[in-house]
Every structure is written in C-alpha cells, then in structure tokens.
C-alpha cells in the first residue's frame, strides 16, 4: 500500500508514484525518503506541515 501525504497548509497531496518533478524527486520515492530541504511545491511548507493519509 502505497500512502499519501497532505500539506496541512494548502492541501496539496504529495504522492509517492508520481515524485515531484519541481524539485526533481523522481517517481515511486516514498515520503520518508525525501531529503530534509524538501518543501511542499505549491506552498513552500517543510516535511514536517504534511500529514499521513488514511488509505
């Protein structure tokens, strides 16, 4: 099971399947493993403003 987090901010979903090309994570790159300066694309939130979503 793949598992999804949202920026408590702005909503924005960050999926593990698709990475995030704007900071150049590439695809199946789980949440854990993004490195620590990575924020959120739309808001610009740390890692640490998302939140688990529930499958």
Do not use: H, V
Request: hydrophobic share 25%; net charge positive; aromatic share 10%.
């Amino acid at each position: 099971m793949i598992l999804t987090y949202r920026c408590i901010n702005c909503g924005y979903l960050y999926n593990p399947t698709c990475g995030d090309s704007s900071q150049s994570i590439g695809p199946d790159t789980l949440f854990k493993e993004l490195p620590k300066s990575w924020k959120c694309p739309r808001c610009g939130a740390p890692r640490e403003k998302f939140e688990k979503m529930r499958p």
